[in-house]
């Protein structure tokens, strides 16, 4: 194996994502052959020890990639200081042991979400970067009007940039409650929520139907399947080019 970028190396064994750690690298718990690393430190597994938070490294486990059905009310992480039930609770406790959230989906959302093992995967599918599609079904207070609609597929400011560009269908409409299908290649903090509100319509209910071409078809709510590498890596190669 040649020398490689310890986030990367962190990211392939499944210990959390390439971003997370690059975190742990800057927060001083990864150590190289018992030396301190830094950020942009490579190293070897052939020959290197690599330990992160005093504990050893091992080689990347059988890639694992879990598709749920989120309900409402549960947290996408992988635990959660306040005891409120977390995603990782629905899956059965011999397949947790590595598994983590690809993105999120607030605690009031519902619907498609990943589990994996595989921090080059959630890098890959949650940096804007790679330009992953990902779908919602969002039913909103009241009837946005065309010029409404057209500002959120534009994009709209959010903490002082303008979003990507989304693609907003209109899928039924009320003076009440209007049901839209909204399209993103980006995953702001509540995003959906805070651009609906921006142009004065609350959401009242948001579920992602499908990450990429993978969609919930008819599994219910608290349930999952595990993907076959057939389809994740196909997520990969099919939706996750570079924009």
Do not use: F
């Not at 718990?29 to 030396?35: A, D, L, P």
């Not at 498609?112 to 080059?120: C, R, V």
């Not at 303008?162 to 009440?176: G, I, W, Y």
């Amino acid at each position: 194996m040649t020398r490689q970028r310890l986030q990367k190396l962190i990211a392939s064994a499944g210990v959390c994502s390439r971003r997370k750690a690059e975190d742990l690298l800057r927060d001083r718990r990864v150590r190289v052959n018992g030396q301190l690393a830094t950020l942009g430190d490579q190293a070897d597994l052939d020959v290197d020890t690599i330990e992160v938070d005093d504990r050893p490294l091992q080689t990347a486990p059988q890639a694992r990639v879990l598709l749920l059905n989120k309900p409402p009310g549960v947290i996408c992480s992988c635990r959660d200081p306040q005891r409120r039930r977390t995603v990782l609770e629905l899956v059965p406790p011999d397949l947790r042991e590595g598994l983590h959230p690809v993105g999120r989906l607030d605690a009031e959302s519902r619907g498609a979400l990943l589990l994996s093992n595989q921090g080059e995967l959630t890098l890959q599918l949650t940096h804007p970067r790679y330009n992953h599609r990902k779908t919602y079904r969002v039913t909103v207070a009241g009837l946005p009007s065309e010029k409404q609609l057209n500002q959120w597929r534009r994009g709209v400011v959010l903490d002082g940039t303008v979003t990507r560009p989304a693609e907003v269908n209109l899928v039924k409409k009320s003076p009440q409650a209007s049901v839209l299908e909204v399209i993103l290649r980006e995953g702001r903090n509540r995003q959906i929520r805070r651009v609906a509100l921006s142009l004065g319509h609350r959401v009242l209910d948001l579920q992602r139907i499908a990450i990429g071409r993978l969609t919930l078809g008819s599994m219910r709510e608290g349930c999952w399947r595990e993907l076959s590498r057939q389809e994740w890596s196909g997520l990969i190669s099919t939706e996750g080019e570079r924009s």
